[in-house]
């Protein structure tokens, strides 16, 4: 099957670790700028290793629902967690809008400390991925960073307010 596709994003922050990492564990700051553009609303966020984030996202009448599951918590340094689709119920499903796109996605977000500011990389990887959803998920690489992109430039307007 040869090596898994990797997405990576990578962002400094004119922050340091301990601002960015409050900006993506405590729920009221991380659902202002996770989803930019929709409502985000945070039904759980446990961060601890095996504790879930269940999160909703809306726009209009639809909503969609995302279920992680945290495998790895060091304060303030990593996040790892087991990311999926969900149904309403929290149950793990088949994207609905891409059925070839990955069951489960392990994500990895780690917060370098650089001379008072934060190098963000975070990494997205198939989890026990078929052929098919490796494929799927390797087509979809080169759009990725549209999503994620708009999220970050929140988060950057957030560390600084939280600095000022």
């Known amino acids: ?10 962002r400094e922050f004119h922050a340091p670790p301990e ?3 409050k900006a993506w564990t405590e729920p ?9 553009g929709v409502e985000t609303t ?12 269940l999160l909703e996202m809306r726009w209009g009448e639809n909503s969609s629902y995302q279920r992680a599951e945290f495998t790895d918590v060091t304060p303030p340094r990593r996040l790892v ?10 149950n793990v499903i088949q994207n609905p809008m891409a059925p070839d ?13 650089d001379a008072g500011r934060t190098r963000l990389r975070l990494t997205w990887v198939p989890h026990e991925a078929s052929e098919v959803e490796i494929a799927g998920f390797r087509d979809a690489l080169p759009g990725m960073d549209q999503g994620w992109s708009a999220g970050m430039e929140v988060l950057s307007k957030i560390t600084a307010d939280l600095q000022a």
């Open 81 to 90: 967690w087991l990311h999926s689709v969900a149904d309403a119920n929290w």
């Open 101 to 113: 796109w990955p069951r489960v996605l392990l994500t990895t977000v780690a917060f370098e400390e």
């Open 28 to 36: 009221d700051l991380l659902r202002r700028w996770y989803g930019p």
């Open 42 to 53: 945070i039904h759980r966020f446990e961060a601890r290793p095996g504790g879930l984030w």
């Open 19 to 21: 601002l960015v990492w």
């Open 1 to 10: 099957m040869g090596e898994l596709p990797k997405y990576v994003l990578e």
